[in-house]
């Protein structure tokens, strides 16, 4: 069993820049590829967001987000980060971090692993 656990959500104005944290246990961090998906109401699907390789992939976004968001990790402090710029208010959102297992990457149901989520509110 991963334990994931997100936070760094938060009340923010459109332009503005928010950095998401995920912390997940086990000795094996280094070696999972990790992701960020969001979810804006409950009944719509969680929407890839961008994942962060341990393979020479290294890094993809969802185009929504490219050019404004950063993934990145440090495998010592079993971190991932997601630094957002230039929020938008169609970024709301619940932000989920997962742990890949299988398939592809913006598909959700590859993920075995998931935090609870943080709030993510951009106003106008």
């Known amino acids: 069993q991963v334990d994931v656990v997100e936070s760094g959500g938060a009340l923010v104005q459109a332009g503005g820049s928010l950095r998401l944290s995920c912390v997940a246990s086990g000795r094996a961090f280094s070696r999972y590829t990790m992701a960020w998906f969001r979810q804006e109401t409950p009944e719509k699907q969680r929407e890839f967001v961008a994942?962060?390789?341990?393979?020479?992939?290294?890094?993809q976004y969802a185009d929504s987000v490219k050019g404004r968001f950063t993934i990145s990790r440090d495998n010592a402090k079993n971190t991932v980060y997601l630094q957002m710029n230039s929020l938008k208010p169609e970024d709301t959102a619940i932000y989920y971090c997962?742990?890949?297992?299988?398939?592809?990457?913006?598909?959700?149901?590859?993920?075995?692993?998931w935090g609870s989520g943080t709030q993510v509110t951009v106003s106008s």
């Open positions: 994942v962060r390789t341990v393979a020479q992939e290294g890094a």
């Open positions: 997962a742990v890949f297992s299988y398939g592809r990457y913006d598909d959700e149901n590859s993920y075995a692993h």
